[in-house]
C-alpha cells in the first residue's frame, strides 16, 4: 500500500466535509532560498502570504489544500548538505548551523536515522509527510495550528513518530516554533507550518553527529508500534482522549 493511502482518505472525506465557521485565509505561494547567509535564489518552498477580508474567506480551507497540493508537485528541496540558510514564510532566515548546535541533543538521539532522514529531505518527500501529517491535525480546518492546548507540538511530534524518530522536547519545538510566529499570535498558518516543519528536520539532520565512545544514538525510545502508527489512528485517540476529559470535567 502507498505511503500516505489510508491517511489520504481521511483527508478526502475531511475536504468533502462541510467546513466550520472560522474558514482559513487566503494564500499565495512564493519563496526565496539562500545558499548562504549573504547570497539568495529563487526556490519553490517557504513564504505563504496570508490576507484577511472583511466578509467571508475567499477561499476556504478545502480550496487553500488543493492549492497546496499544487504548489508541492513541482517543489524541489535544496539539498541538505549544501544548504546553510533558507528564506522561510514572511522574510523569516534560518541559520542551519546555528540551530543545529542548539539542537544538537536531539541530532544525537536520532543519528542512527540520518542517512534514511538526508535522502527524505533532499528528495521533497518530508514535506509532503509533513503536509499530510498537518491536514489531519488542523481538525477543525481553521487553515492554521495553534501553539496553546499543544497542537503544534502534537504536529511536530507526529511527523517524528511517522519516521520513526525520537520525538523533540516542546522547548525544542518551541524554539523552532518562536522564529516563524512573527506576527506574535501564537499560531502559524498553512503554509508556515510546512516551513516550520522543514526547518525543524533540516537543523536536526544538517550535520552528522560523531559520537564518542561506545554511545550510541536513542533509536529505540519509540516503540515500532508507536512509530509506524497511522496519522489518521493517532488523531481519533486524541480526539477519543479529548472527549474523555471534557466528560470527566463535566462530571466533577
Known sequence: RSEFEVTRAVVAQAKAEPRRSEGPRVTTPAASVCTSTEEAEEASLGTLSWSESGGSPACDWAAAVDQWERSLA???SPPLESTDCLNYAGGVSVTFPDLATSLQPL???NAGHRERMVQAIDSGASVQVAFT???VRDRDR???L????GELRDFAVALFLHYGLTRPEEAQVYQVFAMFDRSQDMRLDMGECL?????LLRAVFYREVQLCGDT???T???SAPTATLQPDLVAKLDMALQDAERWLAEFT
Open 74 to 76: 513541482g517543489y524541489v
Open 107 to 109: 541530532a544525537v538521539v
Open 133 to 135: 501529517v498537518y491536514q
Open 142 to 144: 481553521h487553515g492554521y
Open 146 to 149: 495553534r501553539w496553546a492546548g
Open 195 to 199: 516551513a516550520f516543519a522543514d526547518a
Open 216 to 218: 550510541q544514538p536513542a
Open 220 to 222: 529505540t525510545v519509540v
